[in-house]
């Protein structure tokens, strides 16, 4: 069998008394997509926070390509190949689209002062070349988008707003993407289209892995294979949809059903 490319055990989070994060086991195979549900505190922004860096593990041990990285600050997430979108849109609206793409794209790009001040035509060069990257990867998404790269974000309406954070996430090509409510702010029929154009990004870069935050459980259906259930905290299901969806606990936790 391949090995995981993230492995998580017994991985705790504590807030004072709330146990956030209860000892949670999870394994992610490379190339696929995994569904992570639950009700509205749960623990699943708490899980990719910890993951990130963002909050430190109390107990237990992530993995990811067979590396501990439990410890690790955000930026060395990061730079190992994990990228993230956040449940409410962390935009700079006064800024260009292109901008705000550049933001998910730092690791890639030369920042010392003799690049920047004396090499003008590497410089350049290297702005080209992210300026195409940037729109080769946004028209995936929407093709007029692409054509307006150099307008404020504060210009175009939520649901372009989270096709760009979702190739900000993209554009420094990562291994792993963790997507957290990605259709927050938008209708069915755009949610489902934005996760058409994720799974097609994901051919084409090849091999990319995804964790998915979703309440639209017709997007969890459509485009994951496996599903891992939370509640306060802890894992109660998983396997397929259809499997979790049908599970005793899973039915309780979201309806209250003795």
């Given at each position: 069998m391949?090995?995981?490319?993230?492995?998580?055990?017994?991985?705790?989070?504590r807030?004072?008394?709330?146990?956030?994060?209860?000892?949670?086991?999870?394994?992610?195979?490379?190339?696929?997509?995994?569904?992570l549900?639950?009700?509205?505190?749960?623990?699943?922004?708490?899980?990719?926070?910890?993951?990130?860096?963002?909050?430190?593990?109390?107990?237990?041990?992530?993995?990811?390509?067979?590396?501990?990285?439990?410890?690790?600050?955000?930026?060395?997430?990061?730079?190992?190949?994990?990228?993230?979108?956040?449940?409410?849109?962390?935009?700079?609206?006064?800024?260009?689209?292109?901008?705000?793409?550049?933001?998910?794209n730092?690791?890639?790009?030369?920042?010392?002062?003799?690049?920047?001040?004396?090499?003008?035509?590497?410089?350049?060069?290297?702005?080209?070349?992210?300026?195409?990257?940037?729109r080769?990867?946004?028209?995936?998404?929407?093709?007029?988008?692409a054509?307006?790269?150099m307008?404020?974000?504060?210009?175009?309406?939520?649901?372009d707003?989270?096709?760009?954070?979702?190739?900000?996430?993209?554009?420094?090509?990562?291994?792993?993407?963790?997507?957290?409510e990605?259709?927050a702010?938008?209708?069915?029929?755009?949610?489902?289209?934005?996760?058409?154009d994720?799974?097609?990004?994901q051919?084409?870069?090849?091999?990319?892995?995804?964790?998915?935050?979703?309440?639209?459980?017709?997007?969890?259906?459509?485009?994951?294979?496996?599903?891992v259930?939370?509640?306060?905290?802890?894992?109660?299901?998983?396997?397929?949809?259809?499997?979790?969806?049908?599970?005793?606990q899973?039915?309780?936790?979201y309806?209250?059903?003795?």
């Amino acid at each position: 069998m391949t090995a995981p490319l993230l492995s998580c055990r017994g991985l705790t989070r504590r807030f004072g008394g709330v146990l956030a994060l209860d000892g949670l086991d999870l394994d992610v195979e490379p190339g696929s997509v995994l569904g992570l549900i639950g009700p509205n505190g749960s623990g699943k922004t708490t899980f990719f926070n910890v993951l990130t860096g963002l909050f430190p593990a109390n107990a237990g041990e992530s993995r990811f390509a067979g590396q501990p990285i439990t410890s690790w600050r955000p930026q060395a997430v990061y730079r190992i190949g994990i990228a993230r979108t956040f449940q409410r849109s962390r935009m700079c609206l006064p800024l260009s689209i292109f901008d705000n793409l550049m933001v998910g794209n730092h690791l890639h790009l030369d920042h010392g002062l003799w690049f920047n001040l004396v090499r003008r035509r590497a410089l350049r060069r290297q702005v080209e070349e992210c300026y195409q990257a940037a729109r080769d990867l946004l028209r995936i998404f929407d093709p007029p988008l692409a054509d307006r790269m150099m307008e404020p974000a504060s210009r175009i309406p939520m649901i372009d707003r989270r096709r760009v954070e979702v190739c900000r996430a993209l554009i420094s090509r990562p291994k792993l993407l963790l997507l957290d409510e990605p259709s927050a702010g938008m209708t069915h029929e755009e949610t489902l289209r934005l996760m058409d154009d994720i799974l097609q990004v994901q051919q084409q870069l090849g091999g990319l892995t995804i964790i998915l935050i979703e309440h639209e459980m017709s997007v969890i259906e459509r485009v994951t294979r496996r599903c891992v259930v939370l509640n306060y905290g802890r894992k109660i299901a998983e396997g397929t949809y259809s499997e979790v969806s049908g599970d005793p606990q899973v039915r309780q936790a979201y309806l209250g059903l003795e």
